[in-house]
Nanobody, 127 residues
Framework: VQLQASGGGLVQTGGSLRLACAAS????????MGWFRQAPGKEREFVAA????????KYEDSAKGRFTISRDNAKNTMFLQMNSLKPADTAVYYC?????????????????????WGQGTLVTVSS
């Protein structure tokens, strides 16, 4: 599957951004999807994941209560609504598609399960 992430930008602390990930090339409604991020000098880390039908979501602890992952299977698009942003959220955000169709989120935090990655979109939160 080909993925195109968008929606990043510069925002002040406490602000909001909505990232989008447009997918093509595979039946999107069969694909578990995730968001990861990589800050300068740090390893890529899990942010959130959503099941193929949108019924189940999973979040990294710092994202809980602030970020919301969603998807529109009719439009082959996934979203990440980010509120109450902090400087620590500054990173390149990547969307990813899980390799195994219709899989659960039990191992969604591991990047090794994803076989397609978008190009990344930069989020910068100023203090």
């Amino acid at each position: 599957v080909q993925l195109q992430a968008s929606g990043g930008g510069l925002v002040q602390t406490g602000g909001s951004l909505r990232l989008a990930c447009a997918a093509s090339g595979r039946t999107f409604s069969d694909v578990t999807m995730g968001w990861f991020r990589q800050a300068p000098g740090k390893e890529r880390e899990f942010v959130a994941a959503i099941s193929f039908n949108g019924g189940t979501t999973k979040y990294e602890d710092s994202a809980k209560g602030r970020f919301t992952i969603s998807r529109d299977n009719a439009k082959n698009t996934m979203f990440l609504q980010m509120n109450s942003l902090k400087p620590a959220d500054t990173a390149v955000y990547y969307c990813a598609a899980y390799a195994v169709p219709r899989t659960s989120l039990i191992y969604a935090e591991s990047a090794s399960g994803y076989d397609s990655w978008g190009q990344g979109t930069l989020v910068t939160v100023s203090s």
